[in-house]
C-alpha cells in the first residue's frame, strides 16, 4: 500500500474506533442514570474506565477491518 492509502487508513480507523468508544460511554452514561444512586466520581470513572477499555479493544480490531477493505479483500 502506498502512503495515501495509509495515511487515510489511519484516519477512518481512528474516526470509527473513537465514534464506536463514544457510543459505548454514552450507552454507559445513560444506563447508569437511569438505573441511580451512584456517587458522580463512580459515574465520570465508570465513563474514563468504559472509554479506555473499548478503545483498547476496538483499535485492532477495526484497523485490521479498515486495511483489509483497503486491499481490496474485504
Known amino acids: 500500500?502506498?502512503?495515501a492509502?495509509?495515511?487515510r487508513v489511519v484516519w477512518l480507523s481512528a474516526l470509527?474506533?473513537?465514534g464506536i468508544s463514544l457510543a459505548v460511554v454514552a450507552v454507559f452514561l445513560i444506563l447508569v442514570r437511569w438505573v441511580g444512586g451512584y456517587p458522580a466520581a463512580a459515574i465520570y470513572g465508570g465513563a474514563v474506565w468504559s472509554f479506555l477499555l473499548s478503545m483498547i479493544v476496538t483499535m485492532p480490531v477495526v484497523t485490521s477491518y479498515v486495511k483489509r477493505r483497503a486491499r481490496g479483500k474485504g
Do not use: R, T
Request: no cysteine.
Open 1 to 3: 500500500m502506498d502512503a
Open 5 to 7: 492509502v495509509d495515511k
Open 16 to 18: 470509527w474506533y473513537l
